[in-house]
């Protein structure tokens, strides 16, 4: 019977876009739906998608910035909106590029290029992909804007490389999915990525035969290798006349300063009680440089309490992560980007940075 319905579904599903596009369905585009139906289905009993295989996959990995701040300020309907309103845009970019979602957490996503069906441009199509996904970022928040939404953020990595992919699990459940260090590592890369930018890892890069235009490679350490990875930065794929949108982004005022700041560290969407003092030494519109008094690991999300004088404004609602440290001349200094705000506090920061660079 689950066979017979998997049949009908990806029957129907065919017949639906043939009637569509007015043309009929490729063999490609018949291993995606029948992938896509199996996902939803589970897998048939027999086939070649049991047998766990090795082979070379892009990993595609986005996270929206920012997301669990924003559980605890807005309302529930409003989150639920705008996940969906992301979703639904992503999706179809992904899509449109024969992506394979193969993981969703509210507000990540893990995108298979390579796997179940494999292309000979796989490379590319996930670049490819990942730029779009930024510029459709950009128009939905101009929606969101619209519909008196917060904005959201998204940071995305990739990484090329040989994993085992299959069906996993047991006979009561299973799911395609693939496993392996290069998998890890994508997720590793996209948590450097700050918001709006495409990371990549060096075997992505040496597989675009010079296609894409990126920055010079950066070495980072990331947990599970002994000696640090390089990525870079995918500005935009000039023949496909695609670029990165995010510079836009980032560009603010800086200033220098020295403000006391309590940083509260959270654990999932949960605000740990016991500050950590620091002072701000550097403020932007989109971040901060701190020096601190104990170290704080890259990655970790934090509330940030400070005064903007200034402006007479206590600020208590900007969460942000962080994204660098390093020990300069006997300092412990961190780097963070804000990850939400309210747009009164957004606000008052814009002024407040204004008001110190006009002192200079």
């Known amino acids: 019977m689950k066979t017979d319905t998997r049949t009908e579904t990806q029957r129907r599903l065919q ?22 139906v199996d996902g939803a289905l589970g897998a048939p009993d027999s086939g070649p998608e049991l047998a766990v295989v090795k082979r070379d996959v892009t990993i595609l990995v986005a996270d929206l910035r920012g997301f669990i701040a924003l559980t605890a300020t807005q309302p529930a309907g409003t989150i639920v909106t705008m996940l969906n309103l992301c979703l639904e845009r992503m999706s179809e970019v992904i899509y449109r590029y024969q992506g394979t979602i193969d993981k969703f957490t509210g507000e990540s996503m893990t995108v298979l290029f390579g796997a179940p069906v494999e292309r000979p441009d796989d490379v ?40 085992m992919a299959g069906r996993f699990g047991s006979e009561a459940f299973s799911q395609y999915t693939v496993i392996g260090n290069e998998v890890s590592l994508a997720s590793r890369i996209e948590s450097f990525s700050l918001r709006g930018q495409v990371l990549i890892s060096e075997n992505t ?10 920055t010079d490679p950066v070495e980072v350490f990331v947990a599970g290798k002994l000696v640090p990875v390089k990525v870079r930065e995918l500005i935009s794929i000039p023949a496909l006349h695609l670029k990165v949108p995010r510079q836009e982004f980032r560009r603010s005022h ?11 560290v959270l654990e999932g969407s949960t605000v740990l009680p016991h500050p950590i003092r ?27 309490n400070f005064d903007m004088t200034l402006v007479e404004y206590p600020v208590t609602d900007i969460y942000a992560r962080v ?7 006997g300092l412990l200094l961190a780097g963070l980007e804000f990850t939400a705000l309210s747009a009164e506090t957004n606000t008052k920061l814009q002024m407040f940075v204004q008001m110190l660079v006009g002192q200079v």
Not at 254 to 264: F, K, S, Y
């Open 323 to 329: 994204m660098k440290t390093k020990h300069e001349d």
């Open 254 to 264: 800086r200033a220098e300063v020295r403000i006391p700041c309590d940083l509260q």
């Open 15 to 36: 017949a639906l876009v043939a009637r569509e596009t007015g043309t009929a369905v490729s063999p490609a585009l018949q291993a995606e739906l029948s992938a896509i």
């Open 278 to 304: 620091a002072h701000i030494l550097d403020i932007g519109y989109h971040g901060v440089l701190l020096e601190l008094d104990l170290p704080l690991e890259v990655g970790f999300d934090v509330k940030l």
């Open 124 to 163: 590319m199509r996930a670049l490819s992909c990942a730029v779009e996904m930024q510029i459709a970022m950009r128009l939905l928040n101009d929606q969101y804007q619209r519909g008196r939404m917060p904005e959201l953020y998204m940071g995305i990595g990739l990484n090329t490389g040989s994993v």
């Open 205 to 214: 890069y040496q597989r675009c035969d010079g296609s894409v235009v990126v």
